[in-house]
């Protein structure tokens, strides 16, 4: 079945360092979503790429899906601690139901 | 204004009991889901359904159980808990497809 793997697992960065998180699929993608989820909070919805090689960006967060559709990055420029929180990607084949990667945890030291 | 809500937002019970959580959303979605999280905060699907019908059953024992009485509630009922069903349960919704909208989950511990 589909995989959907993140690296890091885990980033401890230093406030106003950058952060990238990167998603591998086994399978092409039809789309990529990201969420973010704070401690102790639920995933919320950040933003779905589509098209190869595209690119978005989100005040200091830029998200690019790759030319074959098998990976993706967020990359967050100068973190601040509101950015602590876990950090999933989320790929779809088709109509089949998303699967989530294994998240990548970003602890902010301020 | 919540547009997921869950009940109970935490549920410690006995190994063996049967215990059910409850989701509605509120924003006219056709579609509505149950996530797993677990420990390790991997995040697995376990039913989908569409308009009351079941569409996705991602090889969850038959303990566990998901009712859609109309297609704003999906609830998950739980016969005989093990230890390993401790986790987070999170209802979703979505409408064509898109973002998927997220209750604040219900932390399930069985003792």
């Known amino acids: 079945g589909q995989q959907v793997m993140q690296i890091p697992q885990y980033q401890h960065v230093q406030e106003g360092e950058d952060f990238t998180t990167y998603c591998n699929s086994s399978?092409?993608?039809?789309?990529i979503q990201w969420y973010k989820q704070r401690p102790g909070g639920h995933p919320v919805f950040l933003i779905q790429l589509v098209k190869s090689g595209e690119v978005k960006k989100q005040k200091r967060l830029t998200f690019q899906f790759g030319e074959a559709k098998k990976n993706s990055s967020l990359h967050i420029t100068a973190t601040q601690t509101t950015d602590v929180g876990t950090y999933f990607c989320a790929g779809r084949t088709g109509r089949r139901a998303l699967t989530f990667g294994s998240g990548t945890r970003l602890q902010v030291q301020p | 204004d919540t547009a997921v809500s869950q009940t109970p937002k935490y549920l410690v019970t006995q190994m063996g009991n049967d215990k059910s959580i409850k989701c509605e959303q509120n924003?006219?979605?056709?579609?509505m889901y149950w996530y797993k999280q677990d420990s390790k905060k991997f995040l697995k699907i376990m039913f989908s359904?569409?308009?009351?019908?079941?569409?996705i059953n991602e090889t969850v024992p038959n303990r566990f159980s998901p009712k859609s009485p109309d297609k704003a509630h999906l609830n998950l009922h739980i016969n005989s808990l093990e230890l390993g069903d401790s986790a987070v349960y999170f209802c979703a919704s979505t409408d064509g497809g898109l973002k998927q909208f997220f209750g604040p989950g219900t932390r399930l511990t069985v003792l």
């Open positions: 359904y569409n308009n009351k019908e079941l569409i």
């Open positions: 399978t092409t993608l039809s789309n």
């Open positions: 924003l006219g979605h056709d579609t």
